[in-house]
C-alpha cells in the first residue's frame, strides 16, 4: 500500500524554484468510506510543490467519513520537522501527527483503518513529520465536497495542522472543509459516472 501511495506521489517530488527551501510531496493519500490510497471521484490540485488542494465529493445518503493523509519533507533533512495543532477540531473532525511509520509511528495504519487518534505522537521532537486530517458526515440530499488545502500561508481557520522544518524555519499548513458541491458539479459526476457505465456495458 505505502508503493502505491509513493508512486501516486512520484511525480510530485521537486526541489522548489520559487523558495530557497526546498519542499517535496513524498506520500498523499485519500481514504474515502475504506477506499484508498486513490478512490474515484478525487480531484488533484497541487503545485510542483505538492501544495494545494485535494478534493472529494462523496454522494449517497447516509454516514460517509474521508481522510486525507499528506507526508512533506522540507529542506535537505527529513527528521528535523515539528508537528503541532492549531485551534480545536469542530464537530466531525478527526486528526494526526506523528512519524509516518517507517520506524515507529501509527498514522499511515490509522489512516489505513480510517479512525484516526486526535493525537500530535511526536510533540516537542524533532522527526519525520506526517498529517492526516478526517471529516465524518451525513449526507441527506446529494452529496458533500470535502477539500484538504496545503499551503505556506498561515491559514483563516478554525483548526488546522503545521509543519516546521527546524534547521530553516518553514511552516507548511494543514486544514480542511466540507460543503455542499454546486449543482453543476454533482451533475457533471453523474455525466461522467453514466459515461463510464455506457462504455462498461459496450464491452
Known amino acids: 500500500m505505502k508503493q502505491a501511495l509513493i508512486a501516486a506521489a512520484a511525480s510530485l517530488l521537486f526541489a522548489s524554484s520559487a523558495n530557497a527551501v526546498s519542499i517535496s510531496l513524498f506520500e498523499v493519500g485519500v481514504n474515502k ?21 485535494v478534493s472529494v465529493i462523496v454522494k449517497g445518503k447516509g454516514e460517509h467519513f474521508v481522510l486525507g493523509y499528506f507526508d512533506y519533507e522540507i529542506g535537505d533533512l527529513f ?8 485551534g480545536a477540531p469542530g464537530a ?21 483503518g480510517g479512525a484516526l487518534d486526535n493525537t500530535n505522537g511526536i510533540e516537542g521532537v524533532l522527526e519525520d513529520v506526517a498529517m492526516a ?38 511552516t507548511i499548513y494543514f486544514w480542511s472543509s466540507q460543503r455542499v458541491p454546486e449543482p453543476g458539479s454533482l451533475a ?5 459516472l453514466a459515461m463510464l457505465g455506457a462504455a462498461r456495458r459496450r464491452r
Do not use: H, M
Not at 490510497?37 to 510543490?49: F, R
Not at 466531525?92 to 489505513?112: A, M, R, V
Not at 498561515?154 to 534547521?167: G, W
Open 79 to 86: 527528521f528535523d520537522e515539528l508537528g503541532a495543532a492549531n
Open 33 to 53: 468510506d475504506g477506499d484508498q490510497p486513490t478512490p474515484a471521484n478525487v480531484k488533484y490540485s497541487l503545485d510542483d510543490s505538492g501544495l494545494g488542494s
Open 188 to 192: 457533471l459526476l453523474g455525466l461522467g
Open 133 to 170: 486530517l478526517g471529516r465524518t458526515f451525513n449526507v441527506v440530499y446529494g452529496g458533500i465536497e470535502v477539500t484538504f488545502f496545503t499551503s505556506l500561508q498561515r491559514p483563516d481557520a478554525p483548526f488546522f495542522l503545521s509543519q516546521t522544518d527546524d534547521e530553516t524555519g518553514e
Open 92 to 112: 466531525g473532525e478527526s486528526w494526526e501527527i506523528d512519524e509516518p511509520g517507517f520506524t515507529f509511528g501509527n498514522i499511515f495504519l490509522n489512516f489505513q
